[in-house]
């Protein structure tokens, strides 16, 4: 039987779209092969697992390492952001300062562990070039995705579809959306769906969630006997902007929640890591601490702390903690919406909010259980009732405990209006729904990149 050539043509566009895992694994491969190079440069020096010379390390562990350590870094400089992993100049400074830190820590790695150094020359060579492979390969698969974008069809109403056809254009994913007549909006049969696919050379539609009440076939189901891909809108939006649709959660959405929120080995190893972490950092940044308390009593006295009641586990509230960076009258007014501009905000409480170091008293809640490293961040307890009235399910983003980072707070800023706070919902959801080990240690990669940036 002869094969279908538009299902062959979608699964063609569909191997070229690179998601953020994909991008470790080709800057792991950029830094160890750099490595490789610049030791088949150097005449003194042999590819393999023994070390030319005593203080030299061997090629191939080095190559290795140096090719995980770059992968890394490059992760928490944005590099495998898949929303803005397209736009030049900010992707060049990125790989320019993933390199010369990648280049430092392996300087003060080697020399701490084994007494060794990589050397000047085999340092530069390797820089050059792994950052002409990062940065070829960068050019080369984004050019690639751009002649090859997916074409899709929205198949919804107008309000919708022209919302996520802005957010698709925004984005810059290797997308095309179809531009198709205000007629075809609800009045489309499966032949003429066909038909419009067939024009258009459609390789995926998206359609919106069905009503309970309808028993008949829809339309789009002619598209799947035809090869081409069909795809929820909720699914769609969670592929590939890590977020959930607020509009299309129901009820029954919360019953399709990964069990391993609840599953009691998950459970206990994140009660586990929490602990071990909030432990060591207490420990670690224990004499910094005496420190900052001694500046912030100096410049504007006591009190040293400041405490609130937020919104903890399933809606039951709970004393924060947190370093004091306001003045003292007006501390029980404040608001985290401008952390930084707020006229009250003293200098020390400048520096201790730009390096979110006022948060580590939060060491404490976690060790107590109030809170964990990842989840939503613990809104206060006035704006979650109020939210609560206005925005559907908001309160079941505290299904999770709240965390000291999350994936919405380094994915998104502070929400000013009910339409921000929709799209924050929709990654604290996403949130519910993946939490995993992996996702957990990437969300403290990246919060590691937003301190570095000085973002909230």
Partial sequence: MEADPQSSRVQSRTDWYFGGRSWLVVDFFAGAIA???AYWFNPDLSLGWQPSFAGQPAGFPAAIGFGLLLALVADIAGLHDPLRQQRFWPVTIRIIAALFVTFLLAVVILYTLALQQLGRTVSIQAMISAGL??????TVLFRVQGRTRRRLLLLMDLDKRKNLWERIEKSGLPFR???IPHSFDSALNSDELMGLC???????????EQSGGETAPPVWMACLESGIQVTHTRAFVERYFYRVDCSDVRPNWFLELDLRLTHPVYHRWKRFSDILLASMGLILVAPFLLVFLALIWVETGKPLFFKQQRVGLRSKPFTIWKLRTMSVLREEETRDSDRLNDSRVTRM?????RTRLDEVPQFWNIIRGDMSFIGP???WIDIAEELGERIPYYPYRTLVKPGLTGWAQINFGYAANDEEVREKLGLDF??????????DLQILIRTVGSIMRGSR
Avoid: F, H, Q, W
Wanted: no cysteine.
């Fill in 377 to 379: 961040r613990p809104e």
């Fill in 133 to 138: 492979i990062m940065g070829g390969l960068r």
């Fill in 430 to 439: 996403y949130y519910l729904k993946n939490a995993s080990l992996t996702l």
């Fill in 198 to 208: 067939r024009k258009l050379r459609i390789d995926e539609v998206v359609v919106p």
């Fill in 349 to 353: 409480g400048y520096i201790l909010r």
């Fill in 177 to 179: 959306v179809a531009d």
């Fill in 35 to 37: 490595i490789l190079i």
